[in-house]
């Protein structure tokens, strides 16, 4: 046969014919769901979560830091995952202790919604504009923390919100979801717009990496065996 497109077609038929030495050995048993709730309480704060990987992006998020809950709810709306937040903080003091452990319960409920990772495509990634803001992120879901922050946001507050816990929410998160998780600007003037723009990178990216991988054969995707 020649090289004409008609080859390139036999050539992807033959390489997804079913091939049953690549099946892994299942009942009929169903996949786990994977759902997680952590309920968290400190002298400082008191945090529950409830994510859904499957979900629709369903939300309902209310830490008592308005523009928190914003970014929250891209979050979620994004990934796809649902995602129940409410958190009682100190809030008298100020916003981080609230911002930070939110970061804390949501990387645990990630962690025990994953289970062993069976499956999944493991790495994430999105470039996304928000009018004058492009925020790009890399992440892999290695069971390894570790936080590249590349966020200049130009002014110290947004609202009445402390734009540094931006950072502290994403490293709590990555140390607490076992994330190996880079946020990257590459242009922005407008803090919100930067912010929101990082949220919703990050929120593309964990859609992608928790997604069920359709050639994954249901393996843990690491040579390790395990992540
Ligand atoms: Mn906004």
Not at 163 to 179: C, D, K
Request: hydrophobic fraction near 40%; charge should be neutral; include cysteine.
């Amino acid at each position: 046969m020649g090289r004409g497109p008609g080859a390139r077609a036999d050539w992807r038929l033959g390489a997804r014919a079913p091939c049953p030495y690549k099946r892994p050995m299942t009942t009929d048993k169903e996949a786990p769901m994977r759902t997680a709730t952590i309920t968290r309480k400190t002298a400082e704060t008191e945090i529950s979560v409830t994510v859904d990987l499957d979900g629709t992006g369903a939300y309902s998020n209310e830490t008592g830091v308005g523009f928190f809950d914003h970014m929250l709810d891209q979050l979620s709306r994004h990934s796809l995952i649902d995602m129940t937040i409410r958190a009682r903080g100190d809030l008298h003091i100020d916003d981080h202790h609230t911002v930070e452990d939110t970061g804390i319960a949501l990387g645990q409920a990630l962690v025990a919604a994953l289970g062993d990772k069976r499956g999944i495509r493991r790495y994430g990634e999105c470039a996304l504009a928000m009018d004058d803001a492009q925020v790009r992120c890399a992440l892999d879901l290695s069971g390894r923390p570790f936080l590249v922050w590349g966020l200049a946001l130009p002014t110290p507050k947004i609202g009445s919100f402390d734009t540094e816990l931006v950072r502290e929410f994403f490293q709590a998160l990555s140390t607490h979801g076992g994330i190996t998780l880079h946020v990257d600007q590459v242009h922005g003037l407008n803090s919100h717009h930067i912010a929101e723009a990082a949220f919703k990178a990050v929120a593309r990216a964990l859609r992608q990496a928790v997604e069920p991988d359709p050639r994954g054969a249901n393996a843990v995707p690491s040579t390790k065996g395990s992540l």
